[in-house]
């Protein structure tokens, strides 16, 4: 699982002596550990959860397994249930108003569907279908996004259209953007397609300044 506890001065000497070693991949799981387990205590421990049930571990070092991780929330009842009250996240989470989802035309509806929604988002007039917003996403009107994994603080703007990706935070999608409909077209965009077909959006790759982060428009 890559959680190791050490004691600092022997954890320095180990890295000292794995620093001299020329064949090493300076890696803890293939290196380290294996070069002290014959002359040195090193213990292991099943990972459980609380009342027997089967503990939850994803690796998401990939992007494919950061998309699945995501997916794997808008079950109806996901592994890691976020709604099990007697199994709480304790985590940070910043004081936002709730989600929001607004018009209702027969072409203009605001809507989500299979979907988690974060709070301080608001949805304007698009739908969304087993897709997860972070915090603070706005997706504005006469969009479809499908199998979406969207990071804090994205814009959305209107006409979009947008399935099986990853938007990474902050990023503007300018108004009438397809993306994971035509890979090739991804590509050429400067967009990354992994192995199982998941496209990842950075604002690098969008042309867009990294440090500050855009004003969201009005619900349009």
């Not at 996901?78 to 989802?101: G, H, M, S, V």
């Not at 009438?176 to 050429?188: M, R, S």
Request: proline letters at 5%.
């Amino acid at each position: 699982m890559g959680n190791y506890v050490f004691d600092t001065e022997f954890l320095f000497e180990q890295l000292r002596v794995d620093a001299e070693n020329m064949g090493s991949q300076r890696d803890f799981g293939k290196d380290i550990i294996p070069s002290i387990i014959a002359d040195h205590p090193v213990y292991a421990y099943p990972f459980e959860k609380s009342g027997g049930d089967n503990a939850y571990w994803r690796d998401v070092g990939t992007i494919d397994s950061f998309w699945e991780a995501n997916m794997e929330m808008v079950a109806p009842v996901p592994q890691l249930n976020l709604y099990d009250r007697k199994w709480p996240i304790w985590t940070y989470q910043e004081q936002l108003p709730p989600a929001k989802f607004v018009w209702e035309d027969h072409d203009r509806r605001g809507e989500a569907i299979n979907s988690v929604v974060s709070g301080g988002c608001i949805i304007s007039g698009s739908t969304l279908r087993s897709s997860i917003c972070f915090s603070n996403v706005r997706v504005h009107s006469y969009g479809l996004i499908e199998d979406a994994v969207i990071l804090p603080d994205v814009e959305i703007k209107r006409h979009c259209k947008l399935k099986k990706v990853i938007i990474d935070r902050g990023c503007v999608i300018p108004e009438g953007t397809t993306i994971g409909y035509d890979h090739e077209q991804d590509k050429a965009r400067g967009f990354r397609v992994s192995e199982k077909g998941v496209v990842l959006v950075t604002r690098e790759m969008l042309g867009q300044p990294v440090g500050g982060l855009s004003k969201p428009r009005k619900h349009d």
